[in-house]
């Protein structure tokens, strides 16, 4: 069954019970028992609940995974992966990362005595000499946030195996549409679901899926306890997202493709990082991972002033904070994504003030096309 037959039938999508084409809204936060004397599968809802548990199976399935675990948000499943970990574990991270996870690293897992080593994603080198006794796992990000920095998933994993250590990643940009990393041997994946996956900017969610059924129990403790769990009502909206998913991926890819090219190409235009070029460093890599360079790209203009002069002038990508709607989304990073990261460290990690980035929506590409070029067009020219 191949993904798009597995978005509509590859799991429990349609209600057993009464053969409802959708799965029902279970809006209850305790369940009638049969009876006192023994248990039942559901009971409270922070526990588990009919609705979740069928997004839970499905983006498990569309993974290649046997747990999946739905939460309120990316950072909330983030967070339970990360802060599984103990106090004076040490973890390897690739270095251009999201801004909440930095900051989750730096302002709350320092005080909790969990030690993160960040490192040349792109450097296989890099990530065996971070590793110390006392290392537990690397942490993945591919294509990285914001600057689209590819890691080679599989060397990477390589590497933890020979040193047992567990693997973990934030597929968020790829989606399981186009970057299955369970399959390249990664043990716990992560999501941001409130992007492609749901696709309608209008939930706020986080998945993790894994097939180690240690890390699944794990990752269930942490959901349960410190109760992070996705409303009802967000599951059945990100369900209903997920069934066009490969049609939405697959337009916006197309449509980011092209306009990768273009950029690349305008004189206003100082760098593109999008892994689908061929001028891309880490173009071979994936190639080997993925099967498209994605629906994100950024990009970069001579300074601030030129980034405002380019924004002001756009007339269809909407500014937001997010990405993976509809439509297409504009964002700038340092002060959006990566504000919370101090100006040293982005300008360490590549953010600078004339970084853009563009998440492409399904919008006719002749008319994005058309429309970067006239917002283009009143930028001087950089050569």
Not at 23 to 29: A, E, K, W
Not at 172 to 191: N, R, S
Not at 326 to 354: D, F, N, W
Request: glycine fraction near 8%; charge should be negative; aromatic fraction near 8%.
């Amino acid at each position: 069954m191949r993904d798009n037959t597995k978005l509509i039938h590859g799991y429990n999508v349609f209600d057993e019970v009464t053969g409802a084409s959708s799965i029902p809204l279970y809006q209850c936060s305790t369940f009638k028992q049969t009876s006192i004397k023994e248990g039942q599968d559901y009971t409270y809802s922070r526990f588990g609940n009919p609705t979740r548990s069928a997004l839970e199976e499905a983006v498990a399935t569309m993974e290649g995974g046997r747990y999946g675990i739905a939460f309120a948000s990316g950072m909330s499943a983030i967070s339970a992966v990360l802060l599984s970990f103990n106090q004076g574990d040490h973890l390897v991270m690739c270095k251009s990362i999201y801004g909440g996870t930095f900051q989750l690293v730096n302002e709350v897992m320092k005080r909790f005595g969990i030690e993160v080593t960040f490192v040349d994603e792109t450097d296989l080198t890099a990530w065996e000499k971070a590793i110390r006794p006392n290392t537990r796992g690397l942490y993945l990000e591919t294509p990285s946030n914001p600057l689209l920095q590819v890691t080679d998933i599989q060397r990477v994993v390589a590497l933890a195996k020979a040193h047992q250590l567990v693997t973990m990643i934030d597929n968020t940009f790829m989606t399981p549409q186009f970057q299955k990393p369970l399959a390249l041997g990664v043990d716990v994946v992560i999501h941001s679901a409130t992007k492609f996956i749901n696709g309608h900017s209008d939930v706020v969610a986080g998945l993790v899926v894994t097939n180690d059924e240690k890390w699944g129990q794990q990752i269930k403790l942490q959901q349960k306890v410190l109760g992070g769990i996705l409303g009802v009502e967000d599951c059945w909206l990100t369900m209903r997202g997920m069934k066009t998913m490969g049609l939405r991926m697959d337009q916006s890819a197309r449509s980011a493709e092209k306009i990768s090219q273009l950029l690349e190409d305008h004189p206003a235009v100082k760098k593109v990082h999008y892994p689908g070029l061929a001028s891309h460093p880490g173009y071979r890599i994936q190639q080997k991972q993925a099967t498209s360079g994605g629906a994100v790209l950024s990009f970069e203009l001579a300074d601030q002033a030129a980034v405002y002069s380019f924004a002001e002038a756009l007339e269809l990508p909407i500014a937001a904070v997010s990405l993976g709607g509809v439509e297409s989304i504009l964002s700038y990073p340092v002060t959006m994504s990566h504000a919370c990261v101090p100006k040293e460290e982005r300008e360490k990690q590549g953010v600078t003030e004339g970084l853009l980035r563009l998440s492409v929506g399904i919008e006719d590409t002749e008319d994005l096309l058309a429309d970067l070029e006239q917002a283009l067009g009143k930028l001087k020219p950089l050569f």
